[in-house]
């Protein structure tokens, strides 16, 4: 089976500009996942979509980053302004469910911030 | 709030040698826990996990221990070899409670020939 993809691999933007990701999840994933990783860190959930609905954005900040999963299938995330420690690994995650099923990670965006 | 700790950044062993990576957590919610394993310019890949009503889950090489009491799993690689040089990542989470995962900050392990 495909695995998630993620567009871009790489991106370089000056602060305050906005910057846009893709997510393609693996086909009859329901659960989708946004995760954010700092060098030297563990991922970071940022959104959990349960089909095109948002489950947990606890941890995203509202003021900059917002996403969405229309026809609850491909994803895009936006930060908007970006801000220098916003520079990370942005990872798109997918699950056939939310409970019980591991998570499948696409290779990520590498967003550099400068 | 750190709920999920690596407290070795790094780790070095000979091939065929047992590499073992350790995690702590303190969140005593947790009851699902997961090892993912990381190579450069790729996302994280499911490696094992385990339950807490289990103590230790083995697949092939890869066997996971829990020790419920003092919050602490660990990793076990036996044989190790070179391909298993990655980073490796422990999660846990609350079964109930939407699937999120709590990620520490990875071990990379480096298994020389």
């Known amino acids: 089976e495909a695995g998630v993809a993620q567009s871009p691999r790489y991106k370089i933007i000056e602060k305050r500009q906005s910057v846009a990701f893709w997510c393609n999840p693996i086909?009859?994933?329901?659960?989708l996942y946004w995760y954010q990783q700092i060098l030297g860190q563990g991922p970071k959930l940022l959104i959990q979509?349960?089909?095109?609905?948002?489950?947990?954005d606890s941890q995203l900040p509202k003021d900059r980053f917002s996403a969405e999963r229309l026809k609850g299938v491909d994803s895009t995330l936006k930060i908007q302004p970006a801000k220098l420690e916003d520079s990370a690994v942005y990872l798109c995650?997918?699950?056939?469910?939310?409970?019980?099923?591991?998570?499948?990670f696409g290779n990520g965006t590498r967003l550099t911030v400068t | 709030d750190q709920q999920v700790k690596q407290n070795s950044p790094s780790l070095s062993v000979q091939e065929g040698r047992i590499s073992i990576l350790n995690c702590d957590y303190t969140?005593?919610?947790?009851?699902?826990f997961l090892w993912y394993k990381k190579y450069p310019a790729e996302g994280p890949t499911f490696l094992i996990s385990?339950?807490?009503?289990?103590d230790k889950n083995e697949d092939g090489r890869f066997t996971v221990f829990l020790n419920k009491s003092a919050k602490h799993l660990s990793l076990h690689i036996v044989p190790s070899q070179p391909g298993d040089s990655a980073v490796y990542f422990c999660?846990?989470?609350?079964?109930?409670?939407?699937?999120?995962?709590?990620f520490g900050q990875g071990t990379t392990l480096q298994v020389k020939p």
């Open positions: 995650a997918s699950s056939l469910e939310a409970f019980g099923s591991p998570l499948h």
């Open positions: 385990i339950s807490s009503i289990k």
């Open positions: 086909s009859g994933h329901a659960t």
């Open positions: 999660a846990a989470k609350k079964e109930s409670n939407t699937g999120k995962l709590i």
């Open positions: 969140n005593s919610m947790f009851d699902y």
């Open positions: 979509f349960q089909n095109n609905g948002v489950v947990d």
